[in-house]
Nanobody, 114 residues
Framework: QVQLVESGGGLVQPGGSLRLSCAAS????????MGWYRQAPGKGRELVGS???????NYADSVKGRFTISRDNTKNTVYLQMNSLKSEDTAVYYC????????WGQGTQVTVSS
């Protein structure tokens, strides 16, 4: 049994920063792959980036250089640091964990607006 809980979303002005957290609990050991997805209104889900158990990260071109994914294994938490936010970044952000299946969190809303 696995649970993922995202937090840290909210309203931020263009150019601002926000850090999202994803706390994992349950039958988890040696996390392999975790990812961040987002879904904007009227759009499909988009892969923002991912991180392996070894710390290797990958990012979508749209966020590369602005977003950073990190992992704190002592807290069993993955973070998404978002800088230089744009209105196009407005979306519900989800974290995922790949084990024998893919687990999804409930999502947290990020709104970038002046």
């Amino acid at each position: 049994q696995v649970q993922l809980v995202e937090s840290g979303g909210g309203l931020v002005q263009p150019g601002g920063s926000l850090r999202l957290s994803c706390a994992a609990s349950g039958s988890i050991f040696n996390n392999n792959y975790m990812g961040w997805y987002r879904q904007a209104p009227g759009k499909g889900r988009e892969l923002v980036g991912s991180i392996t158990s070894g710390g290797t990260t990958n990012y979508a071109d749209s966020v590369k250089g602005r977003f950073t994914i990190s992992r704190d294994n002592t807290k069993n938490t993955v973070y998404l640091q978002m800088n230089s936010l744009k209105s196009e970044d407005t979306a519900v952000y989800y974290c995922t964990l790949r084990l024998s299946r893919v687990y999804w969190g409930q999502g947290t809303q990020v709104t970038v607006s002046s």
